[in-house]
């Protein structure tokens, strides 16, 4: 089983960057798919951003060219750096991780995009 452990979220004014992190129980290699999902009050939770073990990353649309997945293998951690941050990036982010057939997710960090 995969354990992941969030961090970073918070409060921010838009315009202003926020990283985010993710620290898996095991080498990340391992798992097939790792990324960043949100969910706003409301609605459904949504890809914001993935990678693969191999490095192809992957987008939600309105995060392409704000937002970036990394990921650093010698930590177990990918992280999610966002910039130009606006009011309706406001939303609990969780992490994700696909070690196939099975799923898993972290316990959510909430970010508030608000002046």
């Known amino acids: 089983q995969v354990q992941l452990v969030e961090s970073g979220g918070g409060l921010v004014q838009p315009g202003r960057s926020l990283r985010l992190s993710c620290a898996a129980s095991e080498n990340i290699f391992s798992i097939n798919v790792m990324g960043w999902y949100r969910q706003a009050p409301g609605k459904q939770r949504d890809m914001v951003a993935t990678i693969t073990n191999s490095g192809d990353t992957n987008y939600v649309d309105s995060g392409r060219g704000r937002f970036t997945i990394s990921r650093v293998p010698e930590k177990n951690t990918v992280y999610l750096q966002m910039n130009s941050l606006k009011p309706e990036d406001t939303a609990v982010y969780y992490c994700?991780?696909?070690?196939?057939?099975?799923?898993?997710w972290g316990q959510g960090t909430q970010v508030t995009v608000s002046s």
């Open positions: 994700h991780a696909t070690k196939w057939p099975y799923t898993y």
